[in-house]
C-alpha cells in the first residue's frame, strides 16, 4: 500500500486491538489496506491488547434489563468483567444499555459465531445451496455464493458481529473492544434472551 492509510481504516483496526496507532499504521501498509490481515500481524507480534485482555477470566458483572417504548419487547442480558469496580463503573452500565437496545432492536439469535451450531450452518448452506442453483449460477462460482452469502447471514444474526445500531462503520465487537481498551479490563457479552409480545422468546 503505497499511498497514505486512510485515517478511517487506522481507527478500525486501533478499536479492535487496542494497538498503539503507528503500530496499527504500518501494519496496515504490510497488509496492503486488508484490515484482517493487518489484526492478524499485529496479533503475531503480540501487540494487540484486546488479544492479551481477552482471554482473561471475568468472574464479575451484571444482569440488565432493557424494556422497549411501548412495552411489547423485554432484553435480559448477562455482561461479565473482570472486577466489580468496572461492574459499577458508568462506561460499562451505559455499554449494557447499547447492548440491551442493539438486541430489542436487531434481533439476533447468537452471542458469536462460535456459538452458532454446526446443524444451523449446514441447513442454512443447504437453503442457499437451493436458492443459488435455482437462480441459475455458473457451478464454478456457486460455492463462493454460498460461503458469501453464509457469512453475510452470520454477521446478520450474531449479536457481536452486527452492524452497531448507532455507527454504520462499527460492529459490536468493535464498540465492546473500545470499551475493554477504554477500561484495561476483558468485557464479554456472555448470553442473552429477548422477549417480544406474540412471538416465541429468543436466546442467545
Known sequence: MTNPVP???????RNRT???LLECKNA????KGDIDKAIEILKIKGLSEVEKKSGRNTPEGQIFSYVHAGGKIGVLVEINCETDFVARNNEFQNFAKEISMQIAASD????SKDDVPQSFIDNEK???????????KKPEF?????????????????????????????TVEDLQNEL???????????????????ETQTDG
Do not use: H, M, W
Open 7 to 13: 485515517s478511517e481504516l487506522v481507527r478500525k483496526v
Open 18 to 20: 487496542s494497538a498503539p
Open 28 to 31: 496496515l501498509k504490510e497488509a
Open 108 to 111: 439476533p439469535k447468537f452471542v
Open 126 to 136: 443447504k437453503i442457499i445451496l437451493a436458492q443459488v442453483e435455482k437462480s441459475g
Open 142 to 170: 456457486t460455492q463462493r455464493i454460498v460461503e458469501g452469502k453464509l457469512a453475510k447471514t452470520l454477521e446478520e444474526i450474531c449479536l457481536i458481529n452486527q452492524v452497531y445500531i448507532r455507527d454504520s462503520k462499527l
Open 180 to 198: 475493554l481498551s477504554k477500561l484495561g479490563e476483558n468485557i464479554k457479552v456472555s448470553r442473552f434472551v429477548r422477549y417480544q409480545i406474540g
